[in-house]
């Protein structure tokens, strides 16, 4: 393992150079579709039912062919769960024959021998399992009576097909985020990566944001757990917590709308992949000039692409590490865009707004209205 202070740096002013946008995403996050057979309740597009307006086979495939020709790096597909389209293999298919890389995030229930098989060859495709605990007690909690059990059924699959190493994906809350070293244990005797992300109030996280977004000594035991784990992937989730100390691994910018941005199910492209949100909404692939024109002309991206930045922490002595933190947590948290981070380490930030003041998500695809929050469940076992 590489010391904990071998983490790679990037320079300011190639921060400066990708803040101002690059000619295609780095990184493009699509949720292929709403549709998933779990209800985890911090889902952050609130999935469960299929849109009807959902991307056909052949406008799938025609957008994976725009991703290729404007260089896009890798595509990050999610949901809902992909697994469900019944032509997601042919999308893997056609994604690796053109030579784009794929990461896909699934709850494993239909990783099956036939799917196992079948990516085995391909080149490109990335695999993450995604599980919330170390166990099935405090990962069915959160994702659901069964799902844990399933998810080990799908690496086992994994496995036993020799399918190069995947990755098991969490999403660190109050309830887990002490379990880490249980997680990374899990990872490593699946021959697996583990990779971290930032627990985000949008979708159905908001209505679980308060019990399971971890408190500040979370946060901070989170922090130097994550220094001590280099090899753990964060995905640039955590860049709000490097004014503890050095920075974490990655760019440590908010890259919305500038390196990054999110296709969902029918084809509207969002500047965030936690921003869902008619306000980062920065129109359709259907629209004139299509993914490209949106990406490289749109009035929200162009603004976005322009700003320095919240003005309320450009004065603070942190603000080249923590860059002023999350706009999806701000926004969604009612915190407001040029406000510090809700989970500002420096204690900056000032308290969460009344609820009725709280944006939220404009769709939601939940299966069944969630009003049930973990210290009630708690209460009623």
Not at 180 to 190: E, T, V
């Amino acid at each position: 393992m590489k010391p904990a202070n071998a983490i790679p740096r990037i320079s300011r002013a190639a921060k400066e150079i990708l803040k101002g946008g690059l000619s295609a995403p780095i990184c493009l996050t699509w949720e292929i579709t709403y549709a998933c057979n779990l209800s985890c309740i911090h889902c952050l597009s609130a999935s469960g039912l299929k849109d009807p307006r959902e991307l056909n086979t052949t406008q799938a495939l025609a957008l994976v062919d725009t991703f290729r020709e404007m260089g896009v790096f890798y595509i990050n597909i999610g949901g809902g769960e992909p697994t469900t389209r019944k032509d997601f293999l042919e999308i893997l298919r056609h994604s690796d024959s053109i030579g784009i890389g794929v990461k896909f995030s699934t709850n494993g229930a239909f990783i099956d021998r036939d799917f196992a098989s079948a990516i085995k060859g391909f080149r490109y495709t990335d695999i993450q399992i995604s599980i919330d605990g170390p166990d099935q007690k405090s990962n069915d909690l959160v994702r659901g009576v069964g799902s844990y059990e399933k998810a080990l059924r799908a690496m086992d699959t994994l496995k036993s097909y020799g399918n190069r190493s995947f990755k098991i994906s969490v999403v660190a809350t109050k309830s887990n985020v002490r379990e880490l070293d249980d997680l990374y244990r899990l990872a490593k005797f699946y021959d697996a990566e583990l990779r971290v992300t930032r627990l985000r109030p949008s979708g159905r996280g908001s209505l679980v944001f308060g019990d399971l977004n971890p408190s500040a000594e979370d946060n901070a035991s989170l922090y130097h757990w994550l220094r001590l784990h280099p090899d753990v992937l964060t995905g640039d989730s955590f860049f709000h917590l490097s004014p503890l100390g050095s920075p974490l691994a990655g760019l440590n910018i908010c890259g919305a709308g500038r390196v990054v941005c999110l296709v969902d199910p029918i084809g509207d492209v969002y500047a965030c992949p936690f921003t869902i949100h008619e306000t980062f909404r920065a129109g359709n692939i259907s629209d004139p000039g299509g993914f490209r024109e949106i990406w490289s002309n749109s009035e929200l991206f162009r603004s976005m692409r322009s700003s320095n930045g919240p003005t309320s922490c450009q004065s603070c002595e942190a603000y080249q590490t923590c860059q002023g933190g999350c706009m999806s947590t701000k926004f969604f948290t009612g915190a407001g865009l040029d406000a510090p981070d809700p989970d500002c380490v420096l204690g900056r930030a000032q308290g969460p707004s009344l609820v009725e003041q709280v944006p939220r998500a404009d769709l939601s695809h939940s299966k069944r209205v969630f009003i049930t929050t973990r210290s009630e469940q708690t209460a009623t076992n």
